[in-house]
């Protein structure tokens, strides 16, 4: 191996990579909230009295998980300007992870929602609570809890995918290394690097995520 | 008293608390509850029993619309209950029902469970909730458990909470499904005497269980059902001491031998 490591563009570079992990945060934090509207809304309308309704949810988590993601924010962002709708990459970046996370936070929330037992929800009936207040206030807190570590891993590949989002180049980590390794050759060093700052963000969230358990589901349960 | 007393004194006063006409319910082609006819007048404490199976949950279920019924018609304080959505929430904020396996919410504390309903159900202040919820905890004597979590509590102590919950709501009638089934034996005297409690103040129950004790105690009617129908409804006195039909006689030997 006669390759000489070379950190200089790396250093040179590294106020820009710093700015972009705060561009892949950001992706990461917006593309993780819609997908929670996205799973919770989902869950609830997969149980509709509207067939057609339980159906639309079932094809769009069949289409999104049975898809690459790669294909997934192509089609947003160079098919869907031809149907009239242009969206700049960062704001197509958080829809097309959204939309993604979003359908497999369904499958992982509803399964929370099936582990509530029966007699909670007809306890808060019997109180004279509507269905979507039983769902809001007693339904929805213990079948997060049940679930979050699951939805946690989700969300962790999910920061991850955000380099993906490089591709329509979207502003995160992985595009401004891509700049800085076309610009000096310095692979080895540029990607070294990002995969360092990679493993310090999946931490990051898996932190941010354990402190949301702390501070949200902490109840004692036997 | 026979039914057809309890019917007359209920003509003769205003609506009965309870009426049933002719109710019949199915799970498909099982036919779960047949040709029930009960009326209850306030006040009054009629206890329920009979083999597991034999409907007495699905009827009491059936007040409430935590179960439909396919025919015959239920009126609770005169409203009537059907799939009316808004008759329902009328309905179910006037009946408050004790469950077997208590059903307390766990990602609350004692005190939260006990404010929700009236907070949510009935649009009451906080601090009015709260008043409510700490004078009816200190009446099943559980107010200083009021901060812990359920999964804190005894399965008697749960159970307590869950009666002064759902007085909370201040309702017209308590339903009692099994409340003492799921219990240690050592709990079961603390849960039963908070029962005893309420009968002795006039509130309107009626509570399936075996607990015969108790239907000797507090019933004014024990009504006996099997095969989901209404086989024999006597006084406490009457019931135990000359029970008209084989299928109670049955029962019984069965009930006090393991007592």
């Known amino acids: ?222 | 008293m026979t039914q057809a007393d309890a019917m007359k004194g209920s003509a003769a006063q205003a609506e009965p608390m309870i009426a049933m006409n002719h109710v019949e319910k199915w799970y498909g082609d099982y036919k779960a509850l047949t040709d029930i006819n009960l009326s209850v007048r306030k006040g009054e404490r009629i206890v329920l029993c009979g083999p597991s199976g034999s409907g007495k949950s699905t009827l009491i279920r059936c007040i409430n619309h935590l179960e439909s019924y396919q025919k015959g018609e239920i009126r609770v304080s005169g409203t009537k209950v059907d799939d009316n959505a808004r008759t329902i929430d009328a309905v179910r904020r006037e009946v408050g029902m004790v469950f077997q396996h208590f059903n307390l919410f766990p990602h609350m504390t004692v005190l939260d469970n006990c404010m929700l309903a009236p907070m949510r159900s009935l649009g009451a202040g906080k601090a009015e909730a709260e008043a409510t919820a700490r004078q009816l905890l200190g009446r099943v004597k559980i107010l200083e458990q009021a901060d812990k979590y359920p999964s804190q509590l005894s399965g008697g102590q749960q159970q307590r909470v869950a009666i002064a919950r759902a007085l909370c709501m201040k309702p017209k009638v308590m339903l009692f499904d099994e409340p003492t089934s799921a219990l240690d034996p050592e709990m079961v005297k603390e849960v039963l005497d908070t029962m005893i409690g309420l009968a002795e103040e006039g509130m309107t129950m009626i509570c399936v269980t075996h607990e015969m004790g108790f239907a000797r105690q507090v019933a004014d009617r024990v009504i006996f059902m099997a095969d989901g129908a209404i086989v024999e409804e006597a006084t406490p006195e009457a019931f135990f001491s000359a029970p008209s039909h084989e299928r109670t006689r049955k029962f019984l030997g069965e009930i006090l031998r393991q007592h």
């Open chain 1, 1 to 222: 191996m006669n390759y000489k490591l070379d950190f200089t563009p790396v250093i040179e570079g590294l106020p820009d990579l710093l700015a972009a992990c705060l561009g892949t945060f950001a992706l990461a934090l917006g593309g993780m909230a819609l997908a929670i509207v996205i799973g919770i809304g989902g869950v609830i309308l997969r149980d509709s009295a509207l067939a057609p309704v339980r159906w639309a949810v079932k094809a769009f988590v069949e289409l999104i998980r049975n898809t690459p993601f790669l294909v997934q924010i192509f089609f947003i962002y160079f098919a869907l300007p031809l149907a009239g709708l242009r969206l700049d990459p960062t704001p197509t970046a958080i829809i097309a992870l959204g939309i993604n996370g979003g359908a497999y936070a369904i499958e992982i929330i509803r399964g929370g929602v099936q582990s509530i037992p029966k007699g909670q929800i007809e306890a808060g009936l019997a109180l004279g609570l509507h269905k979507g207040q039983v769902f809001r206030l007693i339904v929805l807190k213990p079948a997060l809890r049940a679930i979050f570590p699951s939805l946690t891993s989700q969300f962790v590949l999910l920061t991850l995918t955000t380099s993906i989002c490089s591709a329509i180049s979207a502003y995160e980590l992985t595009s401004v290394a891509q700049q800085i390794e076309t610009s000096s050759f310095r692979s080895f060093e540029v990607y070294g690097t990002i995969t360092v700052f990679y493993l310090v963000i999946s931490w990051v969230m898996m932190r941010f995520f354990g402190e949301i358990t702390r501070r949200y589901f902490s109840y004692p349960v036997k």
